[in-house]
C-alpha cells in the first residue's frame, strides 16, 4: 500500500521485486502481489487497508508512516513490512528497531546497522498477497 502512483515508478518497489526475485519468488509464478494505491489521498487509506486484510492475504508491505500507521490497528495477525518509514520507534508503531516486536517488521529512513541486518533472517518463504501504497 503507498500514498503515491504506480511503484514502478519508484526506486524502492523495483529494488524490492528484484530481492524477490533473487530470492526465488517470481510474480505471478510463486506469489502474487494485490497492489493498491491511494493516488495521494490519505482518506482512502484504512479502505484499502481493510480490502486488503479482508482478501486474507499473507503479508501487507507498506510505504509510507501514514500507511504503517493505518495497517497497524486494523490487523494484529497479518505481518506488516514497513518500506521507507520515518521514524517508527517515535511514531510509536514499535518497541525498538533491533526488537519491533508485534506483527510489524522491514526497513525505516532511520540509521540503524543491527535491525538491517537482522531483517534478511526474519524471511521465510510466504506468499505476498497484497501490497498498500499510500
Known amino acids: ?12 518497489f523495483p529494488a524490492f ?3 524477490l526475485r533473487e ?5 505471478g509464478k510463486t506469489l502474487t502481489i ?21 482478501s486474507r492475504i499473507d503479508v501487507l508491505v507498506v510505504d509510507s508512516t501514514p500507511g504503517v500507521e493505518v495497517a497497524h490497528p486494523a490487523t494484529t495477525s497479518i505481518p506488516i513490512v514497513m518500506i521507507s518509514v520515518g521514524d517508527p520507534v517515535a511514531s510509536g508503531l514499535i518497541a525498538s528497531l533491533s526488537r519491533p516486536g508485534g506483527n510489524i517488521t522491514g526497513l525505516s529512513n532511520v540509521v540503524a546497522t543491527s535491525a538491517r541486518n537482522t531483517s534478511s533472517r526474519c524471511m521465510s518463504p510466504f506468499r505476498i498477497s497484497g501490497t498498500l501504497r499510500c
Open 1 to 12: 500500500m503507498t500514498d503515491g502512483i504506480d511503484p514502478l515508478q519508484t526506486v524502492g
Open 17 to 19: 521485486q528484484t530481492g
Open 23 to 27: 530470492l526465488g519468488y517470481v510474480e
Open 34 to 54: 494485490e497492489w493498491r494505491f491511494a493516488d495521494g489521498e490519505y482518506g482512502r487509506l484504512p479502505a484499502l487497508a481493510n480490502e486488503l486484510i479482508q
